[in-house]
């Protein structure tokens, strides 16, 4: 199984302040057709999760644009350029290159 | 409108059986790969189970393999899991979701199955 590691665990961020969270995979994420299989989500108290990145670095459909995503192989980070209150939750790295599809243990994005 | 709704969920006794359907709307439903995810409240995403679009080919998480099943009816735009022998740590929210370029873009807002005597 593919072992995805979250950093950090915890996020405390002053609103309009940035923020990073980390992705790393046990095995390249990188496909021989150029992508990488590592998907961003977040899932705010009580909702289910909603997709925010796809294939490393593509914003899904409604997401702000303060939302990016970069990294290749195993290293991939999500960036927030200007948090907002809307943004707390559950941040989640999943890998869909192989079955079983794992996650990451998660990042609590919490507001200071 | 993209929807997923899943039903089913309850309490059940360990050893127990249920079905969990997942109703879609608003897409192709056949067109699509098909997922079913648990979190244990409070905890974390747990893959369970993929169908493909046509229902041709499954694969299961090792937790539950040989136990849950499933599967699907694209006349009626539904996704099902059923689950046999029931265990305690079955005990989750679980979720359907829709597949696009390989990540979900769409998840219902999940059911929640306690198993307990």
């Known amino acids: 199984d593919i072992v995805m590691t979250q950093s950090p665990l915890s996020l405390p961020v002053t609103p309009g302040e940035p923020a990073s969270i980390s992705c790393r995979s046990g095995?390249?994420?990188?496909?021989?057709?150029?992508?990488?299989?590592l998907h961003w989500y977040l899932q705010r108290p009580g909702q289910s999760p909603q997709l925010l990145i796809y294939?490393?670095?593509n914003r899904a459909s409604g997401v702000p644009d303060r939302f990016s995503g970069s990294g290749s192989g195993t290293d991939f980070t999500l960036i927030i350029s200007r948090v907002e209150a809307e943004d707390v939750g559950d941040y989640y790295c999943m890998q869909a290159l192989q079955t079983p599809i794992t996650f990451g243990q998660g990042t609590k994005l919490e507001i200071k | 409108e993209v929807q997923l709704v899943e039903s089913g969920g309850g309490l059940f006794q360990p050893g127990g059986s249920l079905r969990l359907s997942c109703a879609a709307s608003g897409f192709t439903f056949s067109g699509y790969w098909m997922h079913w995810v648990r979190q244990v409240p409070g905890k974390g995403l747990v893959w369970v189970s993929r169908i493909k679009s046509d229902g041709s080919s499954t694969n299961y998480a090792d937790s539950v393999k040989g136990r849950f099943t499933i599967s699907r009816d694209n006349a009626k735009s539904t996704l099902y899991l059923q689950m046999d022998s029931l265990r305690a740590e079955d005990t989750a929210v679980y979720h359907c979701a829709r597949v696009y370029n390989s990540a979900y873009d769409y998840w219902g807002q999940g059911t929640l199955v306690t198993v307990s005597s």
């Open positions: 095995q390249s994420l990188l496909h021989s057709n150029g992508n990488n299989y």
């Open positions: 294939l490393s670095s």
